[in-house]
């Protein structure tokens, strides 16, 4: 048996703007995880088992576009069975998918389970794959269920590293220069991020001079964040995240409930906060001295968040 863990991933700084080039800085969450197993079968077929969502079924009985299926086609659709030695098809397996990750949420279910069940598959079939094979083929899956992704969640987590991202461009892992905690909080709504992207896209195709301004203040936010954060200067990230939250309101891309949970962190002591990810539901992050932490996640809780994890990032 062969298993693979990928951990999931908060975005802190430039999300939306990310889709338009400019820097974006997102880190790992190891408090939640996918993992996947997998093991040789006695009967044919690749079989496949995934508690969370219900799914018991062999592979070839799924949609092509059904996202683990695609995950799996995609990793074979290079390797020829019989130079593999499986005869004329696939290699019989059992696959068990378990997720702690809440889905379209903002916190990398997706890009996740694929990094797992691809390292899983290349480990238990002996096919290594390099960490930029991994992220690619996770970007692959991530262009079929989200449209035009940036490509972030398949890079922080693929590397399980905090990533300085920029569309395009070579990955680039940034030191945290003293760790910081931040309270990772849920307001319970599924959000596809494929409409708020849309979205943004509409407003920005209307009047693109005045968003491409808005982006580039979200970049130097970014940038200014990956500084401080390198420089062991967290205590600066709060304003920050305050002045981006601002812009994703601007955006449209907020909702009274990320507002609402963004406002009791605030008012709990957080040294900022905003919302993560897509937007229009999912998570907000808020930026805590460690002793403040259990006190403002209790406070976003009674403000309605569904969940609360803290984190420290390091
Ligand atoms: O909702 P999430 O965490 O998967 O984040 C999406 C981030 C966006 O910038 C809105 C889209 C993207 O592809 O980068």
Redesign the pocket.
């Known amino acids: 048996m062969t298993t693979s863990s990928s951990p999931g991933?908060i975005?802190l700084f430039g999300?939306?703007a990310?889709?338009y080039a400019r820097p974006?800085l997102a880190v790992p969450v190891t408090q939640i995880h996918a993992d996947v197993e997998v093991r040789d079968s006695p009967r044919a077929g690749i079989w496949i088992e995934a508690p969370n969502i219900d799914l018991h079924a062999e592979l070839s009985t799924l949609p092509a576009d059904h996202p683990i299926a695609s995950v799996i086609n995609k990793f074979f659709s290079p390797l020829s069975p019989r130079e593999r030695g499986w005869g004329e098809g696939l290699p019989p397996l059992e696959i068990t998918i378990t997720s702690t990750i809440p889905v379209a949420s903002?916190?990398?279910s997706g890009a996740a389970v694929s990094v797992a069940l691809t390292r899983a598959l290349a480990l238990h079939l002996n096919c290594p794959m390099t960490d930029d094979e991994v992220s690619s083929l996770a970007y692959e899956i991530?262009k079929i269920h989200?449209g035009?992704?940036?490509?972030?969640?398949n890079t922080v987590v693929t590397y399980a590293k905090p990533v300085y991202f920029v569309k395009g461009q070579p990955i680039d892992i940034f030191k945290v220069g003293h760790p910081f905690t931040i309270v990772i909080a849920d307001t319970g709504i599924p959000a596809p991020?494929k409409e708020?992207?849309r979205d943004v896209r509409r407003l920005w195709m209307y009047d693109r001079s005045r968003w491409e301004t808005v982006f580039d203040k979200i970049g130097i936010i970014s940038f200014t964040a990956r500084r401080a954060i390198e420089a062991g200067r967290w205590e600066m990230l709060g304003e920050l995240m305050d002045e981006n939250h601002a812009f994703l309101q601007e955006m449209n891309v907020s909702s009274p409930e990320l507002d609402r949970l963004v406002q009791a962190a605030r008012d709990a002591g957080a040294l900022g906060a905003k919302m993560?990810?897509?937007?229009r539901g999912?998570n907000m992050i808020a930026l805590v001295n460690a002793d403040k932490a259990e006190a403002v996640a209790r406070s976003v809780r009674e403000a309605g968040a569904k969940n609360t994890i803290v984190t420290q990032v390091s």
Do not use: M, Q, R, Y
């Open positions: 991933k975005i999300e939306h990310v889709v974006a903002g916190l990398g991530e989200h035009t992704p940036s490509g972030i969640d991020t708020s992207v993560s990810g897509g937007g999912g």
